[in-house]
């Protein structure tokens, strides 16, 4: 019996080498996986550093797909995006050409020691929700506050630069 496709939605950012090209390579790697169909993505971030500031600052995004793929074998096929697009061992929260996670996926909840969905720190970083906003504005966090409210709570302490004027949803091209 085959899986039922599920909606998910990725957080992509990249601040080594050519970040916009790097986050559109990883869209068309996610657009040719079976299983897969990438519907929506966001407007691009700029943003500033978590955890390990010595670093340049981040192009980030968000994709929203629909998939048949089980939360792990996405991940897997996430992995295998970082790693085709020259991902390689660093410091956690280091420098990189791609950073692929996942966010949320349908409803469930994943504990796992490789994957935990939703993403751990998700209602923590700017650089995730304004993005995932602009796909999914009614969304609200585990405690009922909306995402519109947190973010203007964490727009107090966090950096971003270059995003869009109001948030919209966009086509699957970055």
Not at 58 to 67: G, P, Q, R
Not at 112 to 135: G, I, M
Request: glycine share 6%; proline share 10%; charged share 20%.
């Amino acid at each position: 019996m085959s899986q039922a496709w599920e909606r998910a939605y990725l957080g992509l950012g990249s601040n080594l080498g050519d970040r916009a090209a790097n986050l559109a390579a990883a869209v068309e790697r996610l657009v040719a996986t079976p299983g897969l169909r990438v519907l929506r993505c966001s407007s691009l971030y700029e943003t500033e550093p978590v955890g390990y500031l010595d670093q340049p600052w981040f192009l980030n995004a968000v994709v929203e797909v629909e998939t048949s793929l089980e939360p792990a074998a996405l991940l897997q096929r996430a992995r295998a995006i970082e790693a085709e697009l020259g991902r390689q061992p660093g410091p956690r929260w280091g420098p990189r050409p791609i950073d692929v996670d996942i966010l949320l996926y349908g409803q469930r909840t994943v504990l796992t020691p490789a994957l935990q969905v939703p993403h751990p720190e998700l209602w923590n970083r700017l650089f995730v929700l304004l993005p995932l906003a602009e796909l999914q504005p009614q969304l609200t966090t585990p405690a009922g506050q909306p995402i519109a409210e947190r973010i203007a709570e964490l727009r107090q302490s966090q950096m971003v630069s270059g995003e869009s004027s109001q948030l919209a949803p966009r086509s699957p091209t970055l």
